[in-house]
């Protein structure tokens, strides 16, 4: 099976209208390691030129994209890594209907 990444943009215009941008789908057929998603997100960055102007990167709960954030982080591209509600409420609405 085929691995992807996408990484979509969201924020706010001046008059508090949402803005939903789809930036790109990375193709990840190597390991999904913490450094090769990263990569992708960084390549990104860099293809839109918005370094500096990312605030906040959420995700699901995979150690896999907690490290690859916080490799962003220190590298002063995002401020804040998020955990996604839908995907820990989700987990737990799992959990709660095996038991």
Request: charge should be negative.
């Amino acid at each position: 099976m085929d691995a992807y990444i996408t990484i979509t943009a969201h924020s706010i215009s001046d008059d508090l209208c949402p803005i939903n941008v789809l930036l790109d789908t990375h193709h990840v057929p190597e390991r999904h390691t913490g450094d090769n998603i990263a990569d992708a997100l960084e390549n990104t960055v860099q293809k839109w030129k918005v370094s500096g102007k990312v605030f906040a990167v959420v995700t699901d709960n995979a150690s896999t994209m907690k490290k690859a954030v916080n490799r962003m982080i220190r590298k002063g591209i995002c401020s804040i890594h998020i955990n996604c509600f839908a995907h820990m409420l989700q987990l737990c609405i799992e959990d709660g209907l095996k038991s």
